[in-house]
């Protein structure tokens, strides 16, 4: 079993930047693609971005290509997300999940992920 532990959400004004951190206990990450998804209130579960098991590979929610950015450290367990000119409509909890890098369903799809954390805050004030 893994565990993931979100960090890194807070309060921040529109255009403002956050970083997001996931640390992995319990499995060691290279067997997995990493995603991030976000969930506003009253709304679905929403694919932002995807790195694959050895960073060969990154995937973005078109609402957030060239804002954000996936990264991955294997050695230390710990996928990031590099939040910059946040929007409020960025505003959701953000959760970081694990997929099995020899599972090719799709990856946009949470349910096909095998992980999930408990989610982090994130709130962009206008």
């Known amino acids: 079993q893994a565990q993931l532990v979100e960090s890194g959400g807070g309060l921040v004004q529109a255009g403002g930047s956050l970083r997001l951190s996931c640390v992995a206990s319990g499995r060691t990450i290279s067997l997995y693609d990493m995603g991030w998804f976000r969930q506003a209130p009253g709304k679905g579960r929403e694919f932002v971005a995807l790195i694959s098991w050895n960073g060969g590979s990154t995937y973005y929610a078109d609402s957030v290509k060239d804002r954000f950015t996936i990264s991955r450290d294997n050695a230390k367990n710990t996928v990031s997300l590099q939040m910059n000119s946040l929007k409020p409509e960025d505003t959701a909890v953000y959760y970081c999940?694990?997929?099995?890098?020899?599972?090719?369903?799709?990856?946009?799809?949470?349910?096909?992920?095998?992980?999930r954390g408990q989610g982090t805050q994130v709130t962009v004030s206008s």
């Open positions: 999940a694990a997929k099995g890098r020899f599972d090719n369903r799709p990856y946009y799809i949470p349910s096909n992920y095998e992980y």
